[in-house]
């Protein structure tokens, strides 16, 4: 519970009506203990940091002006939202946020009124408040619709289809653009540069401001100095680029100023049509070392604020350093070699290379269809693209990954990090459909390494076989597994039998090898490391159909479709029947939990594996049960 000794404002609050009972004048305060609370929750529990510290201003006086929830708010990247749950209700349990039965990390419409459009991926938040516009224009209802883009969420190809829609429409609506020159790296492209030469000129801003004081409004002078500011912008920014959607544009101004703040919200709130706000924040504001270093701060783990995040030393390589060693290794060896990346220069391991080989580095910003097409354009002139991306992320680019690079059989290899189970952040950020939407390709190799020494020999694989090809792995560390530095590769399609018994078969994809390993010792069954999930390895399944009483698909995946799918249809095409089990995820999306919390739920540890394989084949486990865990 929150201390009203420290906290005599915010402990008052319990929702943005109690907010609006406060006099305007107390507003900065207001913010002021928001942003304590902040930093005394996030350091007690983790989660994400810098920014929503960039946003309590905003955040404040969002809800001050607007009659919330009735007026729509809609958050992008929704990692933006702490000081909004703070403000709605949630305060008392934001210490539980991504933790198993607590808070969710990202805006959910289940879990508040007030989170109007549920959140995880970035630059939705335009076509999702101007469709809200759109319905409530029709029904004549009067609510105002609020879109916050931010964190680079502007460069995505999706906001701007929704700005050139919604400038065609003209709703009512207002966007702000939160403006911080970061996403989790810093912000990247062609947009970034011209906001940023528009903020360094203080000329535009201080002539607009100085004449408005001078002239009475609606004289001819006035009319004069609005055409006037209209070229004016012209010369200090390439183009009106908002102004040529459709968007009356504002700004840019102090996010951290609510005096400014409330001035320009309460003028745009009564404007008709659409309307664009460009405020500038600081990410990670009041807390110096999140000010300073604003890449490790943008999630953290539990830390001490008074002396801030302590570095860890990694015990063991991550997959994700794994493949970050990997490239590098790789481009020094082939100099046909480029890195992609959609703005996760950090969670998908490519720092290193960034410096290394800064010419064959290509950050595109928050643009997952354009970085798969990007490879696909590279490959066509005999460079030999690697698109780092996260399983969740790679969704986005569907189309670009069928239509683009697997129909011309283009050399393009995907790492695919965060496959399965990924675990706190929740159902927008988990990885249980890759190897479903994955297999159905033509022309696609899709691997999953069992360990880390398995991982860097598949992507090496990937890399070297010509054609489209996939390599997913999971978030955090592997079983352990010495790693060989040669770039050495594995015959495409060739699964590995690491243990031989008898009854049953346990084939399993990627990570879930390793508890299976366990399993298998516990009821003496033939254990399959299968490596390929396309193409299998038709011979060996048929082998052991044959040979076995029954079959056990294991994958941290979705059941429909997945790997085990694969298995199934791989048999009926040869007329072979035989019991099967197929254990992976269910039919449901994933909440959030740790990793381990969630592989125990959905059954998909080894206590878990081998309870359903007992369950459902007695008959052939002539072992007793014993503690595998």
């Known amino acids: 519970m929150i201390d009203p000794s420290r906290y005599p404002r915010l402990a008052r609050i319990d929702s943005p009506a109690d907010l609006r009972r406060f006099p305007e004048a107390e507003l900065p305060q207001i913010a002021r203990e928001v942003r304590d609370y902040l930093v005394e929750s996030v350091a007690t529990s983790g989660g994400h940091f810098g920014a929503g510290l960039g946003v309590v201003e905003l955040t404040v006086a969002l809800h001050y002006l607007y009659e919330t929830p009735e007026d729509r708010l809609v958050w ?156 004016a912008k012209g010369m200090f920014m390439p183009s009106t680029l908002f102004e040529e959607f459709g968007f009356h544009y504002s700004g840019p101004i102090d996010g951290h100023d609510l005096p400014q703040l409330l001035q320009a919200l309460r003028t745009l709130k009564g404007l008709k049509g659409p309307q664009l706000l460009h405020v500038m924040t600081t990410k990670g504001k009041g807390y110096p070392p999140a000010e300073r270093e604003q890449i490790e701060y943008h999630a953290v783990g539990p830390f001490d604020p008074q002396a801030g995040v302590a570095r860890k030393s990694a015990s063991k390589p991550t997959y994700t350093d794994i493949f970050g060693d990997w490239l590098c290794d790789m481009a020094a060896a082939d100099d046909r070699l480029y890195g992609i990346t959609p703005a996760m220069r ?45 399983s969740t ?138 490596r390929f999930v396309r193409p299998l390895d038709a011979a060996l399944v048929l082998e052991l159909a044959r040979s076995h009483a029954a079959l056990v698909t294991i994958e941290d995946n979705a059941i429909a479709g997945g790997a085990g799918s694969g298995v199934a249809e791989l048999l009926a095409a040869h007329g072979v029947s035989v019991p099967m089990l197929h254990l992976g995820l269910a039919d449901s999306f994933l909440e959030h939990a740790s990793r381990e919390e969630l592989l125990a739920e959905s059954g998909l540890d080894a206590p878990g594996i081998e309870a359903a394989v007992r369950e459902r084949f007695a008959q052939h486990i002539p072992l007793p049960l014993r503690d595998v865990g």
């Not at 269809?369 to 005999?382: S, Y």
């Not at 939407?437 to 880390?452: F, G, H, K, S």
């Open 393 to 530: 992320f790679l969704q986005r680019a569907y189309d670009q990954l069928v239509h683009d690079v697997a129909l011309q059989n283009l050399d393009v290899l995907f790492a695919i990090d965060r496959g399965g189970v990924v675990g706190p952040d929740g159902a927008t950020h988990a990885g249980s459909f890759d190897l479903s939407y994955l297999r159905c390709i033509p022309n696609m190799v899709v691997m999953a390494p069992a360990d880390e020494d398995e991982c860097r020999k598949l992507l090496t694989t990937g890399f070297r076989y010509e054609g489209p090809a996939t390599v997913r792995y999971p978030r955090g560390t592997g079983p352990g597994v010495a790693i060989d530095p040669a770039l050495s590769t594995l015959p495409i399609g060739k699964a590995e039998v690491r243990r031989n018994g008898h009854g049953i078969a346990l084939l399993a994809f990627g990570a879930l090898v390793a508890p299976c390993a366990k399993v298998a010792d516990a009821i003496d069954a033939t254990l399959v490391n299968m």
């Open 76 to 231: 992008d990247v929704g990692h933006q939202c702490y000081p909004h749950k703070i403000l709605t209700g949630r305060r008392d349990r934001i210490t539980t946020i991504k933790k198993k039965d607590g808070l969710a990390p990202f805006p959910r419409r289940e879990e508040s009124p007030y989170d109007t459009f549920g959140v995880g991926h970035s630059s939705t938040s335009i076509s999702a408040a101007l469709g809200m516009a759109l319905a409530a224009q029709r029904k004549g209802d009067p609510r105002r619709i609020v879109a916050v883009i931010g964190d680079g969420a502007m460069t995505a190809g999706m906001a701007f289809e929704a700005l050139n829609h919604g400038g065609d429409v003209e709703p009512d609506l207002l966007v702000i653009l939160n403006d911080n020159g970061m996403s989790i790296s810093e912000n990247v492209g062609a947009l970034t540069k011209m906001l940023a030469r528009l903020m360094t000129s203080s000329t535009l801003n201080s002539l607009r401001e100085h004449g408005k004081k001078m002239m009475k409004r609606d004289s001819f002078l006035w009319r004069f100095i609005k055409r006037w500011e209209e070229h």
């Open 346 to 390: 950090e969670g998908s391991g490519l720092v290193r290379f960034s410096r290394e080989h800064k010419t064959r580095y290509f950050d595109v910003g928050i643009a997952e269809q354009h970085a798969v097409t990007l490879a696909a354009g590279m490959a066509c002139e005999g460079a030999k693209p690697v698109v780092a991306i996260y």
